[in-house]
Nanobody, 127 residues
Framework: DVQLVESGGDFVQDGGSLTLTCAAS????????MAWFRQTSGKEREGVAA????????FYNPLVSGRATISRDNAKNTMNLTIANLKPEDAAVYYC?????????????????????WGQGTQVTVS
């Protein structure tokens, strides 16, 4: 199994930036599509960004495109998400997810049901 742990959530002022980190268990297979989702109370969990195993394919939700950067370090089994120019509507619990490599496609990456593994989430608050 893959165990995922998110960190980096914080209280940030409007217009600020934040980097979230997802750490996968050391024994994890790095041949996974990795993604960030976010969820606020009463709303569906939405895909924020995804990155393929070799980082050759990257996808962003239009709501964060141009402000977000996703990256991964397979040697360290970590994935990062940096969002700049944060807005109050970016406030949410952010989740890390892992799925099969083929999940990293334009038609599937943002569907939560295709991911096998999930972290517990990290809270981002924007004033």
């Amino acid at each position: 199994d893959v165990q995922l742990v998110e960190s980096g959530g914080d209280f940030v002022q409007d217009g600020g930036s934040l980097t979230l980190t997802c750490a996968a268990s050391p024994s994890s297979n790095t041949d996974n599509c990795m993604a960030w989702f976010r969820q606020t109370s009463g709303k569906e969990r939405e895909g924020v960004a995804a990155i393929s195993p070799s980082s050759t394919l990257i996808f962003y939700n239009p709501l964060v495109s141009g402000r977000a950067t996703i990256s991964r370090d397979n040697a360290k089994n970590t994935m990062n998400l940096t969002i700049a120019n944060l807005k109050p509507e970016d406030a949410a619990v952010y989740y890390c997810a892992a799925g099969a490599p083929y999940v990293c496609a334009s038609t599937t990456w943002s569907h939560r049901g295709v991911y096998y593994y999930w972290g517990q989430g990290t809270q981002v608050t924007v004033s």
